[in-house]
């Protein structure tokens, strides 16, 4: 049984203007998330600004989120690491919480060999009992999970369950797919690409554009699921202008930029991501304007 079908929103985490994670504001996010209708919350990943998190930081919103959802929907956690002991520390500890599942990226800069991604992944979940969702971004990971290395690892490791792709490869997509027979649960990790995926049998999508449309991203996976093809691929085409704004310059900025815009209050970027250009501020606001969320 999947994790969760359906739209998971990659949540960002909310600053005060002092740097300080703003808990109020992150509470009220996972509230209308709830309220929207969406099916998961990711927390901790990318979107959530784990790399510039210090691990205390980062466990300590782990916790928060699972004690604000409180088993409404499942709570997965972003644990990955370049450093597997460090994985393996946040996993466990994640798992005290009670979250539902882990996201475990790819280790990023080491850019290690399939064998050494095999190993890795391999450790961090033989330390845990919770689901696990491999997370394959190679654009940002310089390293590139390849199906038959995914297919290996669920195969022979009992609770990795699932991948996100996020590689952009639809002809890897299908691959995996294909080698798979069922075996692992495939998610898109890129919202211009949740139809597609779900055509190759994927259950949904762990999505940056929920944060700012929780509710017309999740009918966009209902509505296939439902049968209704035609209606959820209209959905995916007409999000596709906001999708490349909300990727002008590098995520989170955009959608945390979207959000202030909305009146949400998701606070500064922590550097060295910097605050958006203002010229791409004025390609988002007419996206958002046109898509009727602004």
Known sequence: MAIFEGAGVAIVT?????????????AQLVEEQIANGTDAIIVCGTTGEAST??????????????ETVKGRIPVIAGTGSNCTETAVYLS?????????????????????????????????ADSVKLPIILYNVPGRTG???????????????????????????ISQVAKLAA??????????????????ILSLGGKGVISVLSNVAPRQTHE???????????????????????????????????????????????????MPLSE????NVEKLRTAMKNYGIL
């Open 14 to 26: 909310p600053f005060h203007q002092d740097g300080r994670v703003n808990y109020e504001k992150f």
């Open 53 to 66: 998190l210090t691990h205390e930081e980062h466990l300590s919103v782990i916790k928060f989120c699972v």
């Open 92 to 124: 466990t500890e994640a798992e005290k919480y009670g979250v539902d599942g882990l996201l475990l990226v790819t280790p990023y800069y080491n850019k290690a060999t399939q064998n050494g991604l095999y190993n890795h992944f391999k450790k961090v």
């Open 143 to 169: 390293c590139n999970i390849l199906p038959q290395t995914a297919v290996r690892l669920c195969s022979d490791v009992s609770n990795i369950v699932a991948i996100k792709e996020a590689s952009g490869n």
């Open 179 to 196: 080698l798979a027979q069922g075996k692992i649960d495939i998610y898109s990790g890129n919202d211009d690409q949740i139809v597609p």
């Open 220 to 270: 966009i996976c209902a509505k296939f699921f439902a049968g209704d093809v035609e209606g959820s691929c209209k959905e995916q085409l007409r999000a596709l202008e906001l999708c490349d704004a909300l990727f002008c310059e590098v995520n989170p900025i955009p959608v945390k930029a979207a959000l202030n815009l909305m009146g949400k209050e998701a606070g500064p970027m922590r």
């Open 276 to 279: 958006m250009e203002d010229a």
